[in-house]
């Protein structure tokens, strides 16, 4: 990602993508799996496990978007100052941000998410623990939801609510659903999308 030259982010932009989807598989199967783990050594109800880390994939997006305009708008100013063509300045900023995503600070949207989650009513957490124990996966969250931010369309995260109703386009139900209900109860993983569009199943809890 860090290797384009100039006036290549858009002609990459399909790799990618191709690179982001998988990489947000990859999280999905193994650094959330890590992260059930972990909480479940401190909390026992797995409901609030599975909350706990997808208000954690939420907050992590959230963070992240906030942070890519952040970095943007300094990049633009900058740039504008000596820019001349041949590429646009929207391109000639882009290529920038992509060859340079290591710029971004991660940590500071780390801490955010970590903040964010601390006053979240939702989810709860034995006060001699903090979220922080689950800060790999959150880091890894925000680095994948940043890149996302350099795609044309960016690709971003479906806006779930405990009950709405089960959209088969949008989750697989977990296992431990009831299969006949039409509400969801909660969600496990967020899906993943493009201009509206599922790219990727999340994953959710139905029960009556």
């Given at each position: 990602?860090?290797?384009?030259?100039?006036?290549?982010?858009?002609?990459?932009?399909?790799?990618?993508?191709?690179?982001?989807?998988?990489?947000?598989?990859?999280?999905?199967?193994?650094?959330?799996?890590?992260?059930?783990?972990?909480?479940?050594?401190y909390i026992s109800d797995v409901e609030m496990v599975q909350r706990i880390i997808y208000i954690a994939a939420v907050e992590s997006f959230h963070a992240a978007k906030m942070a890519y305009r952040q970095f943007k708008v300094r990049v633009r100013e900058t740039?504008?100052?000596g820019h001349s063509g041949p590429e646009s300045l929207e391109d000639t900023v882009l290529d920038y941000i992509v060859r340079h995503e290591d710029l971004y600070d991660v940590q500071a949207s780390v801490n955010e998410v970590i903040r964010s989650m601390n006053i979240n009513p939702k989810i709860s957490f034995p006060p001699e623990i903090d979220f922080i124990v689950i800060s790999t996966l959150?880091?890894?969250?925000?680095?994948?939801?940043?890149?996302?931010?350099?795609?044309?369309?960016?690709?971003?995260?479906?806006?779930?609510?405990?009950?709405?109703?089960?959209s088969e386009t949008k989750y697989h139900r977990s296992f431990d659903s009831d299969f006949t209900a039409a509400l969801v109860a909660y969600h496990?993983?967020?899906?993943?999308?493009?201009?509206?569009?599922?790219?990727?199943?999340?994953?959710?809890?139905?029960?009556r």
């Open positions: 990602l860090k290797s384009c030259s100039p006036g290549r982010a858009r002609r990459t932009n399909a790799s990618r993508r191709a690179c982001l989807i998988a990489r947000f598989g990859d999280i999905y199967a193994e650094e959330r799996l890590d992260a059930e783990t972990l909480l479940r050594t740039l504008s100052l959150i880091r890894e969250l925000c680095r994948m939801a940043f890149s996302m931010q350099t795609l044309s369309p960016p690709l971003d995260i479906a806006f779930g609510i405990d009950g709405e109703l089960f496990v993983w967020p899906a993943l999308m493009e201009n509206d569009i599922v790219v990727v199943k999340g994953e959710a809890v139905t029960k």
